[in-house]
């Protein structure tokens, strides 16, 4: 990238924000501020004007997302990347809810670091990770089984048969082949060990 960046570091690590410094000047950007808590981050942005964030999730006076969503209400055009070691797929959904431009998990590279910065800044609002089309199908699917096709579906986990599922749901047996139906439409399978799998696959089930 040929544009020089000014980037915010936000970590109660010295180890992790030295590192990334370095990582910045190799790359010709600028680190502009340093900050190990969420009160000194918001001093920072306010008298450094960063056009880059760079946030542990992990800090001693609370949770990096208050940072990003404060940080992503004052400006559109700010990038930020999330910097931590939860890699867990749901959290990282919650990151790119909260505002977060990138997601990068402390065993990345530094190389990966500074892709991750570059690309915030070309596109702030856009979100950057892997496994993102994953999560997203994940959530999706979750959003369209209904409360009582994702009982069903745990029933079907455990092996249960229709009429198992019946008597646990209190529920009617047409009921049930309606709700499986349903579940094999949404889940593109056509039947129940191939609706399994792929609920499995996506996290749909508890176990």
């Not at 370095?22 to 450094?48: K, W």
Request: glycine share 6%; aromatic share 4%.
């Amino acid at each position: 990238m040929n544009q020089p960046l000014t980037v915010l570091i936000v970590d109660d690590h010295e180890s992790v924000r030295a590192g990334i410094k370095v990582a910045l000047s190799r790359a010709g950007h600028t680190c502009i501020g340093e900050a190990s808590t969420i009160a000194e981050a918001r001093a920072q942005i306010a008298h450094t004007n960063p056009q880059v964030i760079v946030v542990d999730l992990s800090l001693p006076d609370g949770n990096g997302l208050e940072i990003v969503s404060w940080a992503r209400s004052v400006s559109n055009r700010i990038g930020i990347v999330v910097l931590t070691l939860n890699s867990a797929q749901d959290y990282l959904l919650t990151v790119m809810k909260s505002g977060a431009s990138a997601f990068v998990e402390k065993s990345a590279t530094l190389a990966e670091v500074i892709a991750a910065i570059e690309h915030s800044y070309r596109a702030p609002l856009s979100f950057s990770a892997q496994g993102i089309p994953r999560i997203l199908k994940k959530d999706a699917l979750a959003n369209a089984l209904t409360v009582r096709e994702i009982q069903v579906l745990e029933k079907l986990s455990d092996g249960l048969s229709s009429n198992q599922i019946g008597l646990d749901l209190f529920i009617t047996q047409a009921t049930v082949k309606t709700h499986l139906a349903s579940i094999y439409r949404k889940l593109d399978s056509k039947n129940r060990i191939q609706a399994i799998i792929e609920a499995k696959k996506h996290g749909l089930l508890s176990h």
